[in-house]
């Protein structure tokens, strides 16, 4: 790994941390609203739901939090002289990459998320309250509560 490239991305990597943990926060805001309209039409219990929204959002971070610091580790070991693998270079390279397109397919994905969160709340929201069609109705249709049919 050239001296250069490991001093650049040394640099930039907790950028990207920090970048990556103020997205995790936005998106926790921003997605927290619609989570509280989906547990009011929900029929799952309200501590799953929060429940599973925590734990893919700590997936998420976790897992590039992780190769951010793995990321870092490698290069400032190259920076001190100490011998790195030989496809670090590449692996830096890929966290990189990993991190940008966090960076932009997060908010992306918020974004969408929230589109589909509104339209399924929505759609519950118009089945619950949808009046009954006459042929669910058996007066309109011409049945008595004390006819039998056979």
């Known amino acids: 790994m050239h001296e250069a490239f490991a001093s650049t991305v040394a640099q930039l990597l907790p950028i990207f941390a920090l970048a990556a943990l103020v997205e995790l ?3 926790g805001r921003q997605f927290g609203r619609g989570l509280d309209e ?3 039409w929900s029929d ?3 501590r799953l739901l929060d ?10 971070i976790g897992w590039l939090e992780y190769d951010l610091v793995r990321a870092e580790m490698l290069c400032l070991d ?6 790195v693998p030989l496809g670090a270079a590449n692996d830096v390279r890929a966290t990189v990459v990993e991190a940008l397109v ?4 997060f ?5 969408v998320l929230q589109l589909l969160l509104r339209i399924s709340t929505r759609a519950m929201t118009l089945t619950r309250t949808a009046p009954s069609t006459l042929d669910s109705d ?3 249709v011409g049945l008595l509560v004390d006819d039998r049919v056979a």
């Open 25 to 27: 926060i936005a998106f």
């Open 38 to 40: 989906l547990r009011a």
């Open 44 to 46: 799952l219990p309200p």
């Open 51 to 60: 429940l599973g929204a925590i734990l893919l959002g700590v997936v998420i």
């Open 78 to 83: 190259a920076l001190v002289g100490r011998p």
């Open 102 to 105: 966090y960076l932009i397919a």
């Open 107 to 111: 908010p992306v994905v918020g974004v």
């Open 138 to 140: 058996p007066v309109a």
